[in-house]
Each structure stands twice: as C-alpha cells, then as structure tokens.
C-alpha cells in the first residue's frame, strides 16, 4: 500500500517562502518519480513540479524560477521549496507519486496540504 505523510503547509505573505515535504513508502519511492499537483480553489488542478528517480527535474510555467523541488532518497522524501510566493499560489498541494515522469501526476496522490498566501 502507498503511503504519504505531507506537511509543511501553512499561511504566508506575498513575497515569502514555505518548503514542502512529502515522506513516501519505501516500496515505491526509490524507483518511482515523485511529484506536485495543486488545486486552486475553483480551478483544475496543475501539475507544479516533478522529479524523476534519476533527479530529472520539470517545472510548470508558473513556478520556474520560484520554485525547486528535491528528493532525499534515504529519507524517501520529496521536498518542493517556494520562494518569491504570489497569492496565485493558494492552493492545496498534493504530492504524486508515478513509474515515470511521462505518466505523471499518476495513481498516487497524497491526502494534499494547504497553502495560503495572503497579507
């Protein structure tokens, strides 16, 4: 069964910076390509950021440049770092987990995280 323990959420100002962290079963996470998904309220959701198990990184349009993510295999964790956050950022934040990067955001998703950025 595939797990995630998701945190790092929380309300932040315009300009400032949370980092997200998704632990994954070990079963899964050193093979497969872990990633970001967020859902703004009353949009569809976006694939943010992904991760191959190689270290591939790719981002959406909207966070290059803000936003990097990281995976810390001996932790099975994945990381999204924000910087520079804008209010469009708002959104829950769920972590996915894929075979491959191609497939993403995949079957695997986390129970999300919510982000605010408001002042």
């Known amino acids: 069964q595939v797990q995630f323990v998701e945190s790092g959420g929380g309300l932040v100002q315009p300009g400032g910076s949370l980092r997200l962290s998704c632990a994954a079963s070990r079963s899964i996470f050193s093979s497969y390509a872990m990633g970001w998904s967020r859902q703004a309220p009353g949009k569809q959701r976006e694939l943010v950021a992904v991760i191959s198990s190689g270290g591939i990184t790719h981002y959406a349009d909207s966070g290059k440049g803000r936003f990097t993510i990281s995976r810390d295999n001996a932790k099975n964790t994945v990381y999204l770092q924000m910087n520079s956050l804008k209010a469009e950022d708002t959104g829950v934040y769920y972590c996915?987990?894929?075979?491959?990067?191609?497939?993403?955001?995949?079957?695997?998703w986390g129970q999300g995280t919510q982000v605010t950025v408001s002042s």
């Open positions: 996915n987990a894929a075979p491959n990067i191609a497939t993403m955001p995949g079957a695997y």
